[in-house]
């Protein structure tokens, strides 16, 4: 598998499952524990016989001590479609959001179909919309890292649309400053209508804490907001965005996605080992470098 | 090249300091940063304040400094400075009547002179003497002997006796202090030279403040010979009386001031005394006797007609006697009047005839009492007996030229330039300068905020 410069990330990813949050649909065999029952050799349970079950799944011991028909039942592991919608809008080339954003995916992608995963990917940038969709054959990791490296952070475009079109288990990568609130609206139907959702908000560092040297900033995507960030202004600016990152959490938490917010100069090795925790570890896990305390 | 408006400069220079203090400390846009978060940055004015220990854009700080300095020169009045001597020199000849060597005065004066000086020749008429002039007198000075010629305020070698003209030193101050000025440009100092024998004629009532319109001291120079026009033959008295009054006081005029060539008529005047006065440099007094013998003109005046009254005669020194006096009738009222009574009236008057003049003195003296030998009346005989046209030639004192020169110090230039013309083609180009500096300026204040 040709993965260029993930290579050492790959390995050092290799072994993490990345178990679904809840039972997903049923569906070829795989790693995930599904809503249907089977007939592996672990019990589950008994149902009575019905008209068209197969015979060969009645208990005859038990029909033999209850002179009644009950059928077998074991539970079901199913696999897990992913689809990851990356935001290639200009912001994100800021600092090592990309980059970052890059490592993120192609390390998830791995552990995703280390697990039999169909993976897939949707890259969202201005000039177009590449896709691929989930695919669990070999190679699809290579295509994937390939295509993002191929992709330029350019414009501005909405990451909502793209939701509809995605796997069960639906990954956003973005830095949730284009059209944050209709994303959180398209991922909670997603999230309601059975799928996953997870959203990887993607900061960079001297977005936390900018440079002390007095600058006019100007917005990659927006031309006219260009504001003076100086002394003065400077602390309120972080009591801004932290306060606007806090809501943001409450809000997507509060419509069940999982959020994460991943810092650039982070290893992405670390951050994928804390995505995939279950949700019930993952709240207790210690906050990435740099994050703003949740409230 | 100098400022004759030096404070004009110093703002422009303390301008240039406050473009740099402006220029470390300034309100000014920020430069331009990409931050995708930026619209969590409040809202405010796009210009901030912005210090910083080293100074960038250097090349729009010096095009800033350069015109905040360009301005200042351009105000400051400039001028460009010739090169030249450090030391000029003005040099006022006397060329009145009072020089008796004017080889010596022209010696003095060329000597002096220096290059970049100039020489303002004076006696009636003041001028600055031109190159051709100049020249005229350094040829005077390199004669032998004395020369008779005259280097007048025209400038002009002329043969012939001097003129009895007086000199003004008032007005050659006044000349002297113009042309120091004009010569200050390109020089450190300026010092002013006074050739004369600093005769008293030469000092009238605007001397004093002429002599303060010049801030420097003045170095005298007087030229040996003065020609003093006192200095004659012994004088004659036609009608030497034993008993006449006015005797004893001759006696001590001769004593005091040498003698003249004066001749003293107590009696009418007859046709040999006016052949007499006709000469050069004789002056025939007619002074009537009161009371007169039988021949004299005033036969028939009373003694007993004196009475309290006062006169007042315009000498050298203004010389006023009051006493008993007879108030004798004057022949010729249309005379020049020499001494006036206290309510106007003439007293006596001066009348030329050839060369010489007749005085008339209408101030009768009487005969008895102490009045001749008091000194108001040695003063008023002096007055009297002057040569024609009023005494001349009598130096000041030592003491008192000392005082007139004060020192020999100069001038600074700085101190005289004040009132020399600006160059405006200088300023002008200057305030090109300036313009050119703005303009650049504002291209690299553009270039910059892109």
């Known amino acids: 598998m040709a993965v260029g410069p993930y290579g050492a990330l790959l390995d050092a990813v290799r072994g993490v499952r990345w178990l679904a949050r809840g039972p997903v649909p049923g569906g070829a065999p795989g790693a995930h524990q599904a809503r249907t029952r089977g007939i592996a050799p672990e019990f589950a349970e008994y149902r009575p016989y019905r008209q068209g079950d197969d015979p060969r799944r009645i208990d005859w011991k038990l029909l033999a001590r209850s002179d009644r028909a009950f059928i077998r039942l074991a539970p079901d592991h199913a696999t897990l479609g992913t689809t990851f919608i990356v935001d290639a809008s200009a912001s994100m080339g800021f600092a090592a959001k990309w980059t970052l954003a890059k490592r993120l995916v192609v390390a998830l992608a791995a552990v995703a179909h280390a697990s039999a995963d169909p993976v897939g990917l949707v890259v969202a940038s201005s000039s177009r919309a590449r896709r691929l969709p989930p695919r669990a054959r070999g190679g699809v990791i290579a295509e994937l890292a390939r295509t993002l490296d191929e992709t330029t952070c350019d414009g501005a475009i909405d990451l909502a649309p793209l939701v509809a079109a995605s796997a069960s288990r639906c990954v956003v990568v973005t830095d949730l400053l284009g059209d944050a609130d209709a994303l959180r609206m398209a991922l909670a139907r997603h999230r309601a209508q059975g799928g996953e959702a997870h959203l990887l908000h993607v900061v960079a560092r001297r977005e936390l804490e900018p440079d002390d040297e007095a600058v006019l900033a100007t917005d990659p995507e927006d031309e006219r907001i260009a504001r003076p960030l100086v002394a003065d202004t400077r602390e309120a600016y972080r009591a801004r965005f932290a306060a606007w990152r806090n809501e943001v959490a409450s809000r997507l938490r509060a419509d069940g996605i999982a959020y994460h917010e991943v810092v650039d100069d982070a290893p992405a090795e670390q951050l994928v080992r804390r995505i995939v925790m279950p949700a019930g570890v993952a709240r207790g896990a210690a906050e990435p470098a740099g994050a703003e305390p949740r409230r | ?450």
Do not use: K
């Open chain 2, 1 to 450: 090249m100098s400022f004759l408006a030096p404070w004009a400069f110093a703002v422009g220079v303390f301008a240039a300091l406050g473009v740099v203090v402006l220029h470390l400390l300034s309100t000014r846009r920020p430069p331009r940063a990409v931050l995708p978060t930026a619209r969590f940055v409040p809202e405010s004015e796009a210009r901030a304040v912005s210090r910083s220990s080293r100074p960038t854009d250097l090349l729009l700080l010096a095009a800033r400094m350069l015109a905040a300095l360009l301005i200042g020169a351009a105000f400051a009045r400039p001028v460009l400075d010739a090169p030249g001597p450090s030391v000029r020199t003005v040099v006022l000849l006397d060329a009145s009547s009072s020089v008796q060597d004017r080889t010596a005065a022209a010696r003095e004066a060329t000597e002096r002179l220096g290059e970049g000086g100039a020489i303002v020749a004076f006696d009636t008429v003041v001028r600055a003497l031109g190159t051709t002039e100049v020249a005229s007198l350094r040829e005077l000075a390199g004669a032998r002997e004395a020369a008779t010629g005259v280097v007048d305020a025209s400038g002009a070698y002329r043969a012939g006796p001097p003129r009895a003209a007086d000199g003004i030193l008032s007005a050659a101050l006044v000349a002297g202090v113009r042309e120091a000025r004009a010569i200050a440009r390109g020089a450190d100092s300026v010092r002013m030279v006074l050739v004369s024998p600093l005769a008293e004629e030469l000092f009238d009532a605007a001397t004093a403040g002429a002599r303060a319109e010049w801030p420097g001291g003045i170095t005298l120079v007087r030229p040996t010979g003065v020609a003093d026009t006192l200095r004659g033959p012994t004088p004659r008295f036609d009608t030497p009386l034993a008993d006449d009054p006015i005797a004893p006081a001759l006696a001590g005029l001769r004593a005091a001031r040498g003698a003249h060539d004066v001749r003293l008529v107590r009696r009418a005047l007859v046709a040999a005394d006016s052949a007499w006065v006709r000469e050069p440099g004789r002056v025939l007094v007619h002074w009537p006797l009161v009371g007169g013998d039988a021949s004299g003109s005033n036969a028939g005046v009373n003694t007993t007609t004196a009475r309290a009254d006062g006169v007042t005669a315009f000498g050298l020194r203004p010389a006023t006697l009051v006493a008993p006096l007879v108030r004798l009738p004057l022949a010729d009222s249309a005379a020049r009047i020499i001494a006036r009574w206290r309510d106007g009236a003439a007293a006596a008057t001066e009348r030329r005839i050839g060369a010489g003049c007749v005085r008339e003195v209408g101030v009768g003296i009487p005969l008895a009492g102490d009045l001749t030998l008091r000194p108001a009346f040695a003063a008023f005989l002096q007055a009297m007996v002057e040569p024609c046209g009023g005494a001349r030639g009598i130096a000041v004192s030592d003491s008192a030229a000392r005082a007139f020169a004060r020192d020999e110090s100069a001038v600074p230039a700085r101190l005289l330039t004040a009132a020399v013309a600006a160059d405006a083609t200088l300023a002008a180009w200057l305030l090109g300068g300036a313009l050119l500096a703005l303009a650049a300026e504002w291209m690299l204040r553009r270039r910059r905020d892109g």
